[in-house]
């Protein structure tokens, strides 16, 4: 054989990498909405950590701060992963094309308005951010309403509950009144916390016995079904003012997430980082819960602790483990973790380590809370390092 030949062979062995595709991005609604949510998300905690002095429009300070983590990143990676999974659900898939692209243009328009400022801008934005969410939860429904998918029936109003938290969220911030946007920043998480554990619940065991021979674990059912129950009851009753009932709702939604998370053998995937981030996310989620159920007793608590145990150990545990395992499936790829994926499971734990240790006053304090920005933002660089080549490109 000549080494033209030997030449023609190697070229003809190598994989041809697929040019980037407008089409392939918007295909499946994980695609723009994983990219848009990471990035933004490591954006917004540049700007509050290290420059929140620019944070001077109608919604600025820790008001900002809130809405962008809860609704800008948290709740549009959930809609991200509910608009994905609702075509393996339903065989339809609810949110693609040009709807795909106008509900990205919306959630775009929603956070440069925020941070822009000005009145007519700051109404301009929650329109356009109201009706991002709009947009999902009617394609949500047109798909489940069609396919006859009842067991997903109440999935597109727990889209509408996310939108009206986020509604009074928004004129909350714009009356000033600081307890009544509490209030509602709760009602909001609660609602999120409701979503998370829906999913969680599915996925984690289906995962886990994909991925683990011989690895039989209960879907737990009954008990996800009191979960949810409690979890609307801690949704309804801060609005009407009642501690009692949503402490003791709280602590028997986070009680039941431990006891889940208990029997479905987490010792049996402590070899495998796509499996065991999302343990630590659902158990940071459990403990969050009961975290917020002993504040609302009347425990003696920084006010800061419920709401980033719940958001960071929970929420933002279980969504880097969440874009890269759906990523990677949907994509096609080995279900594997690299060096820059365990990198990033790494440092995202880091700065929840480091923020929880934050919230105590002390010295340590401020570089504690500098650190965990820092190693936030290198944890979602590396995904976006690594995923966004792929997401942007067909299948």
């Known amino acids: 054989m000549t080494m033209q030949s030997l030449v023609d062979l190697e070229e003809r062995a190598l994989p041809v990498r697929a040019a980037p595709s407008l089409r392939a991005f918007l295909e499946l609604a994980f695609r723009p909405l994983y990219m848009a949510g990471v990035a933004w998300a490591l954006i917004a905690i540049g700007i509050w950590v290290y420059v929140p002095q620019i944070l001077t429009g109608p919604l600025q300070g820790v008001a900002w701060h809130a809405h962008e983590m809860l609704w800008g990143f948290i709740a549009t ?130 995962f886990a016995m994909r991925a683990v021979a011989g690895l039989k674990l209960p879907m737990q059912t009954r008990t996800g079904q009191v979960q949810l129950g409690v ?68 425990a003696s608590l920084p006010p800061a602790l419920p709401v980033h145990m719940i958001a960071m150990a929970g929420f933002s545990v279980l969504i880097i483990g969440m874009v890269t395992r759906t990523a990677l499936g949907h994509l096609g790829r080995p279900l594997a973790t690299d060096r820059s994926m365990l990198a990033s499971y790494v440092l995202m734990l880091a700065a929840v380590a480091l923020r929880l240790a934050a919230i105590a006053p002390s010295a340590f304090s401020q570089p504690a809370l500098h650190l965990s920005a820092a190693a936030w933002i290198a944890a979602l660089a590396l995904y976006l390092w690594r995923f966004a080549p792929l997401l942007i490109r067909p299948r």
Do not use: H
């Open 231 to 298: 979890c609307v009851v801690a949704v309804i009753c801060p609005l009407a003012g009642l501690r009692l009932p949503t402490a003791i709702a709280l602590g028997i939604a986070g009680l039941l997430s431990l006891l889940q998370l208990g029997r479905w053998k987490p010792y049996a995937v402590r070899g495998n980082p796509l499996l065991w981030i999302l343990y630590v996310g659902y158990a940071g989620l459990g403990v969050g819960l009961v975290a917020a159920a002993c504040a609302a007793a009347g």
């Open 77 to 206: 990676i959930a809609v991200a992963f509910l608009m994905t999974a609702g075509a393996n659900w339903t065989g339809i898939n609810p949110l693609k094309g040009s709807t795909l692209g106008i509900a990205c243009g919306l959630w775009l328009v929603a956070r440069v308005g925020f941070l822009a400022g000005g009145d007519g801008v700051f109404w301009v934005a929650a329109m356009a951010e109201l009706g991002f969410f709009v947009v999902a939860a009617v394609a949500m429904m047109r798909a489940v309403y069609r396919a006859r998918n009842a067991r997903n029936y109440a999935v597109p109003w727990l889209i509408v509950g996310l939108a009206a938290a986020d509604g009074l969220y928004l004129l909350a911030a714009r009356s000033g009144d600081y307890a009544l946007l509490m209030q509602r920043l709760n009602a909001g998480l609660l609602v999120m916390a409701l979503i998370a554990l829906l999913i969680t619940r599915r996925v984690i065991p289906f």
